[in-house]
């Protein structure tokens, strides 16, 4: 069996990367929840090929990640309130 080139490897990468930001796209605006279905599992498929190529965002130069910090508030990080949340005990 032959290999694929690396110019068809990039070409596939580029075609996931531009499907996955197309179809996290078509849910902008979306309420029903009937028209959510599957937004869940598209946007863990994006965030591990995110994970996988190695590309972080900062919340500093990121409005979005910023929003998104601010109404899911855990330990060790700032929360919707704007303060530093208490560390988790694991003394039980």
Same mark, same amino acid.
């Given at each position: ?23 996290? +796209? ?6 029903? =929840? &009937?028209?959510? *279905?599957? /937004?869940?599992? %598209? !946007?863990? $498929?994006?965030?591990?090929?995110? +994970? ?6 900062? =919340? &500093?130069?990121? *409005?979005? /990640?910023?929003? %998104? !910090?601010? $109404? ?21």
């Amino acid at each position: 069996m032959s290999q694929a080139s690396k110019d068809a490897l990039n070409e596939l990468h580029g075609l996931i990367a531009e499907t996955l930001t197309g179809a996290i +796209k078509a849910f902008k605006g979306k309420t029903d =929840p &009937e028209d959510l *279905k599957g /937004l869940a599992a %598209l !946007a863990n $498929v994006a965030k591990s090929f995110l +994970k996988d190529n190695n590309i972080e965002a900062l =919340p &500093e130069a990121n *409005k979005p /990640l910023q929003s %998104l !910090a601010s $109404v899911l508030p855990f330990p060790g990080h700032l929360g919707g309130e704007g303060e530093e949340d208490a560390p988790q005990s694991s003394a039980g």
